[in-house]
């Protein structure tokens, strides 16, 4: 009598293994007394910092140095950019609370410059610019010598939601562009690149200091960055950074390339002679990264 063997599964093809990061992106565990006292503090509250959220390699160094990045609107984005660690689904209701919360925890923190940013609420007609007008007040009226810098959604190019931004007038005005327009479908494909310009114009032509960040790594051509950033300096764009992109989880893009210290050198090289006043690029460099200079 034959035995019925079971037939085996074929063969699941494994997932290309993530690439080892070179000895240029490794860094410390963040850790430290004023950090674990600083992270204690913002739990106690309820707040969402991006630095813990988009799992930043420079968490520690910029809580030392003065400098914490609040994100307002919740901690759920209606967008579902490709590089993003922030969760996306349907966000809760929004915290009218939330705008003082933040300015005591700046005061409490005592920090010398705040960022704050925000998920996208497109569902709203206001996309939230409210409660972040608000918040920059609220942080300005019990921190007065605090410098603020906001790093804005694009709020579809809805000039009323920007100009209620630029109305409650922050420091430092940051959007960011992100990658080149060929991969806005892939990396950002709820937002469009001339909205990103627009933001950044119009925010220029009102007497703002003016911000954007670049994340390289993904795919991106050189001769197309090289556009874009002839693009920003057009606008006469004040602060650029330059970073290497980070795949945060197995479920977001890839890494195309761990682009080397020596290009972001030439990069920074080549933005600087382009007329781009402060131009950060390093491996490591993010929207926030050595802020609390900017200024």
């Not at 918040?135 to 209620?164: A, Q, S």
Request: aromatic letters at 6%; proline letters at 7%; glycine letters at 6%.
């Amino acid at each position: 009598m034959l035995l019925e063997l079971p037939i085996a599964d074929a063969p699941v093809e494994a997932p290309a293994p993530r690439q080892p990061r070179p000895e240029w992106l490794k860094v410390k565990i963040p850790s430290g007394e004023t950090f674990s006292n600083l992270k204690r503090l913002i739990d106690s509250k309820s707040l969402h910092t991006v630095c813990e959220e988009a799992r930043c390699p420079n968490m520690a160094e910029c809580w030392n140095a003065g400098t914490a990045t609040f994100m307002i609107l919740g901690d759920t984005c209606t967008r579902s950019c490709g590089f993003c660690a922030v969760k996306t689904g349907r966000p809760s209701a929004l915290d009218t609370e939330e705008p003082l919360h933040v300015a005591e925890a700046v005061r409490a923190m005592r920090v010398k410059h705040a960022v704050i940013t925000s998920v996208n609420r497109d569902e709203l007609k206001d996309g939230g610019s409210v409660i972040f007008a608000e918040t920059i007040r609220e942080v300005r009226r019990l921190n007065p010598n605090t410098t603020i810098e906001v790093l804005i959604p694009d709020f579809k190019g809805k000039d009323d939601c920007l100009d209620r931004i630029l109305e409650a007038g922050p420091d430092i005005l940051n959007h960011n562009t992100e990658t080149v327009p060929s991969m806005y479908r892939m990396v950002r494909p709820q937002a469009k690149y001339h909205w990103s310009l627009k933001v950044l114009r119009r925010a220029k032509e009102a007497g703002f200091v003016t911000k954007t960040g670049i994340m390289l790594g993904l795919g991106e051509g050189r001769e197309e960055l090289l556009q874009v950033m002839t693009d920003l300096a057009e606008l006469k764009l004040d602060i650029l950074t330059l970073g290497q992109y980070l795949q945060p989880t197995k479920d977001h893009l890839p890494v195309h390339r761990f682009v080397p210290p020596s290009e972001f050198q030439e990069l920074h090289d080549i933005g600087v002679q382009m007329g781009i006043r402060i131009v950060e690029a390093g491996p490591l460099v993010r929207s926030s990264y050595h802020a609390e200079k900017h200024v």
